[in-house]
Structures are given as C-alpha cells and as structure tokens.
C-alpha cells in the first residue's frame, strides 16, 4: 500500500480557503514553492475533490485538464461532468473503498491536494498516512478547514520541518 500524502496550504488559523473557495494572500512565488514543484514530481496519483478540481477553472484550466501532468488524476464527485481521458479518473463510489484500491493499485506516494470535506473523511478514517503542512503567515478567521466536517482526532509523530526564512513553513508528520 502506497502513503496517501495530504499536501495542503494553510493559514495559521487551520484555514484551506475562505467561504466562497477562494484563497487570497498565498503567496506564489518564494523558496516555499519552488520546494513545492520539486515534491510534485514524486508523487505516481493525485486525489481530489469536485471544488478543488474545479478551482483550477479560474486559473485558464478546461474541464478534462490534468493539472498535474500525466500521472493518474482521481477526482471525487457525484455530480462533476467531465470529457473522458486517460489518467482521469471520476470517482462516484464509496470513498473509502476507493482509497483503498488507489493506495493499492498506485506505484508510488499519493498526493491528496483538497479539498477540506474529503480530508476530514479521510483523517476520520484513518487513511491519510502523511500530512505536509505548507504553513502561510496569514489568517482568514473562517472558511474551509484543513479537515471540514472531522473531529481531527489522532496522533503524528513530526518527519521534519522547514523555515522557508519567508514567513513560510513545511512542517511533515506522520501518522501514527
């Protein structure tokens, strides 16, 4: 079984995006992302949510993209409605399940890039293997958590942390 890998910018006060899905005020360029690209390129599949596929809309991505190269895009919705195309993957069945055949099929680390509804799911079911925590000096006071709809119980012991000397931090544990 492959680590399923929750990847994840995040404010200081535990937030993913505001109310609307937005994410203002993450900075996009500095050593914190270029560290980023970098960890893209290990990962073998990417999971994600309908919003969170669907945010790539407002940045010049078309429905059916794969925003993330040519690696196998696993896509959880009931209602999405994409072209078919090879490495992507619209999920409608159980989700946990699914997890399961994915972290079993997959040939190498997965990257669970949001959104905060499926990472609850997944975190309160014992799924998520690694959390990287892309922490940024800013706060929104609501929106999407980190882990919407989870009590987040569970224990992690630290793999590392990075000052990015940027206000911006990486910090990785594992579960335990």
């Known amino acids: 079984m492959q680590d399923l890998i929750y990847h994840v910018a995040m404010t200081l006060d535990g937030y ?3 109310p609307d899905g937005s994410a203002p005020g993450f900075v996009m360029t ?3 992302v270029d ?6 390129g290990a990962y073998a599949a990417v999971v994600m949510g309908r919003a969170t596929y669907e945010i790539g809309y407002a940045y010049g991505m078309k429905p059916g993209d794969l925003p993330y190269g040519r690696r196998p ?7 999405i409605d994409l072209p078919e195309r090879e490495h ?3 999920e409608r069945a159980e989700t946990l399940a699914t997890i399961d055949r994915i972290k079993a099929d997959a040939k190498g ?9 499926l990472a609850g799911c997944l975190l309160e079911h014992r799924r998520i293997d690694i959390l990287r925590l892309k922490l940024a000096p800013i706060t929104y006071g609501s929106g999407i958590r980190i882990f919407e709809g989870s009590d987040g119980l569970g224990e992690w012991d630290m793999l590392g942390q990075t000052n990015f000397g940027n206000g ?3 910090l990785e544990y594992r579960r335990k």
Not at 73 to 79: A, E, G, N, T, Y
Not at 109 to 117: A, D, T
Request: hydrophobic letters at 35%; a positive charge.
């Open 16 to 18: 993913i995006a505001r």
């Open 30 to 32: 500095g050593p914190h």
């Open 35 to 40: 560290a980023y690209q970098r960890q893209l």
């Open 73 to 79: 895009h696993h896509v959880f919705s009931r209602s």
């Open 88 to 90: 992507l993957h619209i």
């Open 109 to 117: 680390p997965i990257y669970l890039c949001g959104g905060g509804r």
């Open 168 to 170: 911006h931090m990486l």
